[in-house]
């Protein structure tokens, strides 16, 4: 039964784990989309650019101090 709930406990935290790189990856490509349409169709490349930096960094320390 212990081998049950270690299995169980270790299953758990690997998808969490995996649901949090999943959730990174969809919010840095709905960023990155998003700089990129900034910056072509709206014609503000420095925003764009500025936005883009800081959004990355953004949600590297949100993750990091959250996860």
Do not use: P, R, W
């Not at 919010?27 to 883009?52: E, H, K, N, P």
């Amino acid at each position: 039964m212990a081998d049950t709930q270690d299995e169980l406990s270790a299953h758990l935290n690997t998808y969490q784990s995996f649901s949090k790189l999943v959730l990174f990856a969809i919010l840095f490509i709905v960023l990155l989309l998003a700089c990129m349409g900034l910056g072509l169709v709206g014609s503000s490349g420095v925003f764009a650019l500025l936005l883009g930096i800081g959004g990355t960094l953004a949600l590297l320390v949100a993750f990091a101090v959250l996860g």
